[in-house]
Nanobody
Framework: QVQLVESGGGLVQAGGSLRLSCAAS????????MGWFRQAPGMEREFVAR????????DYTDSVKGRFIISRDNAKNTVYLQMNSLKPEDTAVYYC???????????????WGQGTQVTVSS
């Protein structure tokens, strides 16, 4: 399994942007599907975006389509989440995760980072 470490979270005003990074250790990073999830206080963890290991597949939850962009750099063992036009409802802890199966379901992901806080003020 890969070890994952997120970075790039912080406090931003509504309408602003942040870019999250998730660095992976391990030589098999390129063979994993990678996903971003988020969890707001008192809420269940929810799917945000995913990108396939062959880089042909990208998928977003409806609430972030047109605002967030997921990408990966297999040479750097890193996956990114560019977040634009941020809204207060995007406030959450964001997690990256690795999966062997192409899925939106959190339980399908076998490795998780520790999370990074994103706070969007109104």
């Amino acid at each position: 399994q890969v070890q994952l470490v997120e970075s790039g979270g912080g406090l931003v005003q509504a309408g602003g942007s942040l870019r999250l990074s998730c660095a992976a250790s391990g030589r098999t990073f390129s063979t994993y599907h990678m996903g971003w999830f988020r969890q707001a206080p008192g809420m269940e963890r929810e799917f945000v975006a995913r990108i396939g290991w062959i880089n042909g597949g990208i998928d977003y939850t409806d609430s972030v389509k047109g605002r967030f962009i997921i990408s990966r750099d297999n040479a750097k063992n890193t996956v990114y989440l560019q977040m634009n036009s941020l809204k207060p409802e995007d406030t959450a802890v964001y997690y990256c995760a690795a999966a062997n199966r192409w899925s939106r379901i959190a339980t399908e992901y076998v490795s998780w980072g520790q999370g990074t806080q994103v706070t969007v003020s109104s």
